[in-house]
């Protein structure tokens, strides 16, 4: 049973437009969510987060937007550069959920020059 | 550079011989977590150390333990590995739990079972 769903495998985007990731998660407990990024050969790395009191939160090229009625959320990259083609996780947890993360099964961006 | 660092990075032992795979910090991090990787999958969280305080997910099988020696060091032991436990392991480390405190992640072991 999968409490968080990234149901895109997949995404290409050409170098300078707008690449939308997007997350599901069925858990009403979670009450903060990150993004991961994960290059091949290298463990996940840290990109950016969101507490359920915020709807955006926003970091240079990085936005993520969460709908909490909707359980959705989203990670807007623009412009979209080459470099940002890695796996991209995004994971789900709460102080009332016993504070351990829950992770998507990612969704790997290709951004063509 | 402080960081989480996992050896061997590639792990090949045979079915039921057991393994034991290493991570160490230089964060300083109280808390360390081993995640288990299959392709395409999620990582799925096997367990955590808050400190000293072990913590196993409900569904870990028996088959996996773990060791935490000190505040840097992290072990994760296979006792009867088998063809299905064939998979990346992650480690990682966050300061402490809770919103604001990311987990650092190693690069990962991938564990082959022949």
């Known amino acids: 049973d999968q409490q968080v769903k990234q149901n895109s495998p997949s995404l290409s985007v050409q170098e300078g437009r707008i690449s939308i990731l997007n997350c599901d998660y069925t858990?009403?407990?979670?009450?903060?969510f990150l993004w991961y990024k994960k290059y091949p050969a290298e463990g996940p790395t840290f990109l950016i987060s969101?507490?359920?009191?915020?709807d955006k939160n926003e970091d240079g090229r990085f936005t993520v937007f969460l709908n909490k009625s909707a359980k959705h959320l989203s990670l807007h990259i623009v412009p979209s550069q080459p470099g940002d083609s890695a796996v991209y996780f995004c994971?789900?947890?709460?102080?009332?959920?016993?504070?351990?993360?829950?992770f998507g099964p990612g969704t790997r961006l290709s951004v063509l020059p | 550079d402080a960081m989480v660092i996992q050896n061997p990075r590639y792990q090949v032992t045979q079915f039921g011989k057991p393994v034991t795979l290493s991570c160490s910090q230089t964060?300083?991090?109280?808390?360390m977590y081993w995640y288990q990787q299959k392709s395409s999958q999620a990582p799925k969280l096997l367990f955590h150390?808050?400190?000293?305080?072990?913590?196993n997910e409900a569904d870990t099988p028996d088959n996996f333990q773990s060791r935490r020696p000190n505040t840097s060091f992290c072990f994760l032991d296979i006792r009867s590995p088998g063809l299905g436990d064939a998979a990346m392991y992650l480690c990682?480390?966050?300061?402490?739990?809770?919103?604001?405190?990311?987990?650092?992640f190693g690069p990962g072991t991938r564990l082959t079972v022949l």
């Open positions: 990682a480390t966050s300061r402490e739990q809770g919103f604001g405190n990311e987990q650092f």
């Open positions: 858990n009403s407990m979670f009450d903060y």
């Open positions: 969101i507490s359920s009191i915020k």
């Open positions: 994971a789900a947890s709460g102080d009332n959920y016993g504070q351990n993360f829950v």
């Open positions: 964060l300083n991090h109280n808390v």
């Open positions: 150390y808050y400190d000293k305080d072990f913590n």
